[in-house]
């Protein structure tokens, strides 16, 4: 760790920049920690603190940032400042730097595990598949990923347009997901006359059955379509000679929402539906 007689005469957005660094890493030291106690020896306290106190004497910063900056100093002095309030204290100066120095960070660049999910772990809902249509953004391919494992998906199928999964922003805002739910990719509406499926489909899209009064099935697909374009006419077609659509209700002016977002409702709600006959059915 730099020494802070030389951290005060590196010039200004370099100083910044090393700090951040600094609580970036401790942050990640944190949250890997199996204990609580003996995570940063008492000099690397000291150096929080100090590192803390120089920034409240920064000008630049608005107030607002100098109190939180001294609120801060104030944890890394006690040195037996439970965990919680240790690592948001650390992690609130990490991003105020990210910030001062155009560097500030999205949610899916920092994870507080090590990436390994452990699949015996996981429960899932035999049946409840989900089919993504020409999903472009590597981002939300990704989120749907890590939305899918938290409500239970027990397959996700990919059209042949849809963007990778194991592309570096999948990967990153997937949080592992990628590696323990099961995927594939498979044009299920293809050009050609599309295949008898062995299971209801239904798509999620706008002009359907508002989501409180879907009949979501034990059994079945659900399509999420493209960004831009909804879900492919084929595939509506399909949908609609099977279950239908379910809508989302919205009341803002825009009355719009992130494809990936949308899919999250969805699920949510198709969980919730699995769940209880799980607990009727015992």
């Known amino acids: 760790m730099i020494p802070l007689y030389k951290l005060e005469k590196l010039p200004r957005t370099q100083q910044l920049r090393k700090i951040a660094k600094i609580f970036t890493m401790a ?3 944190l949250c890997l920690a199996k204990s609580e106690t003996g995570i940063f020896t008492t000099a ?5 603190t100090d590192a803390a106190k120089l920034l409240t004497e920064d000008p630049s910063f608005s107030q607002e940032a100098q109190n ?4 801060a100093a104030d944890i890394f002095r006690n040195s037996t400042a439970n965990s919680p309030q240790l ?7 990490k991003h105020l730097l990210l910030t001062e120095t155009g560097r500030d960070q999205a949610d899916w660049d920092f994870t507080c595990d090590d990436g390994r999910l452990d699949p015996v772990k996981r429960q899932v809902f035999e049946g409840m598949q989900v089919y993504l249509e020409d999903i472009r953004s590597p981002f939300n391919v990704g989120a749907m990923f890590r939305t899918a494992e938290s409500f239970g998906v027990e397959k996700i199928f990919l059209s042949p347009f849809c963007a990778d999964p194991r592309h570096r922003r999948s990967e990153r805002t997937a949080m592992g997901c990628v590696d323990i739910v099961s995927w594939e990719r498979r044009d299920f509406f293809p050009e050609t006359e599309i295949p008898k499926l062995p299971f209801p489909v239904f798509a999620l899209e706008t002009g359907g059955v508002p989501l409180t009064e879907f009949p979501f099935p034990r059994r079945g697909l659900l399509i999420a379509g493209s960004e831009e374009l909804g879900v492919s006419p084929r595939a509506l077609s399909a949908a609609d000679a099977s279950l239908g659509r379910v809508s989302i209700p919205c009341y803002g002016a825009k009355a719009s929402l992130n494809v990936s977002v949308a899919f999250g409702i969805a699920l949510h709600a198709w969980g919730q539906t699995l769940a209880a006959r799980r607990i009727v059915d015992g």
């Open 87 to 93: 690592r948001r204290a650390i992690n609130c100066v």
């Open 27 to 29: 942050e990640r030291r």
């Open 68 to 71: 939180a900056f001294r609120e």
């Open 44 to 48: 690397e306290f000291e150096f929080f």
